[in-house]
């Protein structure tokens, strides 16, 4: 069997992005409605994220109620939602249209990834995985941070990928692929914990005579610190404090109190403030105050409760990789689940003919999986976090699917279609 040619693999990633987006704009149709606005049931998230965007179209600035301005939400939802706002107004049913396209768009990426690191079949594969896999589509019908999130990184996996084929002028390569980690890290700050990540790795390559590495992440990182910095910068003059995010402190102290320390139903997952707050935990002030009061409590508890700490870290991990997510709805649970129980084998399969093949462009494509697993170990675990990295471990899983049709191809003696091997990325990236 002869590899995917020219016009196969084009017919391929067209039918990848019409099933994808059939299938987000059918469930948004059936299950939402283009016109309805936000729903707090679902997820009360994107009422801020789309209030926000709405008040910067309007001129009233980043700010859920007008005149004053917050932090609490990072701008990249809302700021990939404002354009539509800009050019549509306020109509609910353009923006769901444009997430439906974001989410399809980013199954057309993980093709791009796979076919360049891998082979087209490893890519197109992973780009259907992607295109019926639940977790990720779900996501398109509402107004949460996955959707953008996936589609900038991703984007940035394969601006990484494409200055890793370049031997010269790569500097420009990675500087859109910074470009867009940042823009990843606007709408979900917790992928920040790739850049220390990649940074040990790029270390290690260092002394392992391979300086192209560490180049790349300093200049990639260089570029994020550039484009963080005017919003750290603006929340230091109108909030006072230069931070990220006012609702860190909410998180860690949501994920270690008393109730998750004790209540095995409650270990591992996340509490609301409102409940916490008691009169030894008042939260006064401002919101960057009340974010530092939330933080402090939350490591007294841990400080507290030191002793149960493993077991609270057992807990938050398998709350990441259950397959069984917390929803009323049976369908979308069972959905979930079936989906879950048959990409996560795969994954693994998949994990380990990267490595074999190609060990930075695996490394590369497991960062934003490493940096959920950190940030899940330091505030809590949902299956919400591992499904915003779904496309990742779709790729994966594409590999795996790749390498046992090539094994088939084998054993009918025939030329292998999809047999993994190293592309110029791959070859070079050794």
Same mark, same amino acid.
């Given at each position: 069997?002869?590899?995917?040619?020219?016009?196969?693999?084009?017919?391929?990633?067209?039918?990848?992005?019409?099933?994808? $987006?059939?299938?987000?704009?059918?469930?948004?149709?059936?299950?939402?409605?283009?016109?309805?606005?936000?729903?707090?049931?679902?997820?009360?998230?994107?009422?801020?994220?789309?209030?926000?965007?709405?008040?910067?179209?309007?001129?009233?600035?980043?700010?859920?109620? &007008?005149?004053? &301005?917050?932090?609490?939400?990072?701008?990249?939802?809302?700021? +990939?939602?404002?354009?539509?706002?800009?050019?549509?107004?306020?109509?609910?049913?353009?923006?769901?249209?444009?997430?439906?396209?974001?989410?399809?768009?980013?199954?057309?990426?993980?093709?791009?990834?796979?076919?360049?690191?891998?082979?087209?079949?490893?890519?197109?594969?992973?780009?259907?995985?992607?295109?019926?896999?639940?977790?990720?589509?779900?996501?398109?019908? /509402?107004?949460?941070?996955?959707?953008?999130?996936?589609?900038?990184?991703?984007?940035?996996?394969? $601006?990484?990928?494409?200055?890793?084929?370049? *031997?010269?002028?790569?500097?420009?390569?990675?500087?859109?692929?910074?470009?867009?980690?940042?823009?990843?890290?606007?709408?979900?700050? *917790?992928?920040?914990? =790739?850049?220390?990540?990649?940074?040990?790795?790029?270390?290690?390559?260092?002394?392992?005579?391979? &300086?192209? /590495?560490?180049?790349?992440?300093?200049?990639?990182?260089?570029?994020?610190?550039?484009?963080?910095?005017?919003?750290?910068?603006?929340?230091?003059?109108?909030?006072?404090?230069?931070?990220?995010? +006012?609702?860190?402190?909410?998180?860690?102290?949501?994920? /270690?109190?008393?109730?998750?320390?004790?209540?095995?139903?409650?270990?591992?997952?996340?509490?609301?403030?409102?409940?916490?707050?008691?009169?030894? /935990?008042?939260?006064?002030?401002?919101?960057?105050?009340?974010?530092?009061?939330?933080?402090?409590?939350?490591?007294?508890?841990?400080? =507290?409760?030191?002793?149960?700490?493993?077991?609270?870290?057992?807990?938050?991990?398998?709350?990441?990789?259950?397959?069984?997510?917390?929803?009323?709805?049976?369908?979308?649970?069972?959905?979930?689940?079936?989906?879950?129980?048959?990409?996560?084998?795969?994954?693994?399969?998949?994990?380990?003919?990267?490595?074999?093949?190609?060990?930075?462009?695996?490394?590369?494509?497991?960062? &934003?999986?490493?940096?959920?697993?950190?940030?899940?170990?330091?505030?809590?675990?949902?299956?919400?976090?591992?499904?915003?990295?779904?496309?990742?471990?779709?790729?994966?899983?594409?590999?795996?699917?790749?390498?046992?049709?090539?094994?088939?191809?084998?054993?009918?003696?025939?030329?292998?279609?999809?047999?993994?091997?190293?592309?110029?990325?791959?070859?070079?990236?050794?």
């Amino acid at each position: 069997m002869k590899n995917l040619s020219t016009r196969q693999f084009i017919i391929g990633l067209v039918l990848v992005f019409v099933v994808a $987006l059939t299938a987000r704009l059918a469930m948004t149709y059936q299950f939402v409605g283009f016109r309805a606005p936000p729903d707090a049931n679902a997820n009360s998230d994107q009422l801020d994220y789309e209030v926000l965007a709405f008040h910067l179209v309007t001129g009233q600035g980043y700010a859920i109620t &007008p005149g004053k &301005p917050t932090a609490s939400r990072t701008p990249g939802t809302s700021m +990939t939602l404002a354009p539509v706002y800009a050019v549509f107004g306020r109509s609910f049913a353009m923006g769901r249209i444009w997430f439906c396209l974001l989410s399809a768009g980013t199954c057309l990426l993980a093709v791009c990834f796979g076919s360049l690191c891998f082979n087209r079949l490893a890519g197109l594969m992973a780009g259907f995985g992607l295109a019926i896999y639940p977790g990720h589509a779900y996501n398109a019908m /509402h107004f949460l941070s996955e959707t953008p999130f996936g589609f900038w990184m991703l984007l940035a996996l394969v $601006l990484t990928a494409c200055a890793i084929r370049k *031997q010269r002028g790569g500097w420009w390569m990675n500087s859109l692929a910074g470009l867009c980690w940042a823009l990843a890290i606007y709408t979900r700050p *917790q992928l920040l914990l =790739a850049v220390p990540i990649a940074g040990g790795l790029a270390v290690i390559a260092l002394l392992f005579k391979h &300086p192209i /590495h560490f180049k790349r992440w300093a200049i990639q990182t260089a570029v994020i610190v550039l484009t963080l910095s005017p919003w750290i910068v603006r929340n230091d003059v109108v909030l006072g404090k230069p931070t990220l995010s +006012t609702i860190t402190g909410y998180g860690l102290w949501g994920s /270690h109190n008393e109730l998750t320390f004790n209540d095995p139903a409650c270990r591992g997952d996340w509490i609301r403030a409102s409940i916490l707050e008691d009169a030894d /935990h008042p939260l006064t002030g401002n919101e960057v105050q009340r974010n530092d009061q939330a933080t402090q409590y939350g490591i007294d508890a841990i400080k =507290a409760n030191a002793d149960k700490m493993p077991a609270l870290l057992a807990a938050k991990l398998w709350r990441l990789a259950t397959p069984f997510t917390q929803t009323d709805n049976q369908i979308a649970r069972l959905a979930f689940a079936v989906s879950w129980i048959v990409v996560a084998p795969m994954f693994l399969v998949g994990l380990i003919v990267a490595f074999k093949r190609a060990q930075t462009t695996a490394w590369m494509l497991l960062l &934003p999986i490493l940096a959920t697993i950190a940030s899940t170990l330091i505030y809590y675990g949902s299956v919400r976090f591992r499904d915003s990295v779904s496309p990742v471990f779709v790729i994966f899983a594409g590999v795996c699917v790749a390498q046992f049709i090539s094994l088939l191809a084998t054993q009918r003696k025939s030329k292998p279609l999809g047999k993994i091997e190293p592309t110029q990325t791959a070859a070079r990236a050794a």
